[in-house]
Nanobody
Framework: GIQLVESGGGSVQEGGSLELSCAAPGYSVSRFCMAWFRQALGKQREAVAGIDGDGQTSYTDSVKGRFTISQDNTKRILYLKMNSLKAEDTAMYYC???????????????????????WGKGTLVTISS
């Protein structure tokens, strides 16, 4: 199966920015539905953003206008650019993929985060106020 490896996490102050990366060696990230999730301490994991191979994106309401998901199929990397970070964005961030079918069969945009079957180990994002 796919090995998803996240990087780019760190500690920044409120209002700052970070860009997370997710490497998917050997896989074409634009063939499948890809997504970013996060899990804060003591809370359930939530889907943050998803992207289809045609570039259609979807976001949870709390990050709209601040986060941008994108992909570079040449480099086989998924990105999450995070701006205007808030203390409540503090969480472990995970990259995920649905490899059961090509994205056209069930686009990400209609099902933010649902149906992912491969996960990375996460990268920690800490926002200080």
């Amino acid at each position: 199966g796919i090995q998803l490896v996240e990087s780019g996490g760190g500690s920044v102050q409120e209002g700052g920015s970070l860009e997370l990366s997710c490497a998917a060696p050997g896989y074409s990230v634009s063939r499948f539905c890809m997504a970013w999730f996060r899990q804060a301490l003591g809370k359930q994991r939530e889907a943050v953003a998803g992207i289809d191979g045609d570039g259609q994106t979807s976001y949870t309401d709390s990050v709209k206008g601040r986060f941008t998901i994108s992909q570079d199929n040449t480099k086989r990397i998924l990105y999450l650019k995070m701006n205007s970070l808030k203390a409540e964005d503090t969480a472990m961030y995970y990259c995920a993929a649905d490899l059961k079918m090509p994205w056209q069969s069930r686009p990400c945009s209609g099902r933010l985060g649902d149906g992912m079957d491969y996960w990375g180990k996460g990268t920690l994002v800490t926002i200080s106020s």
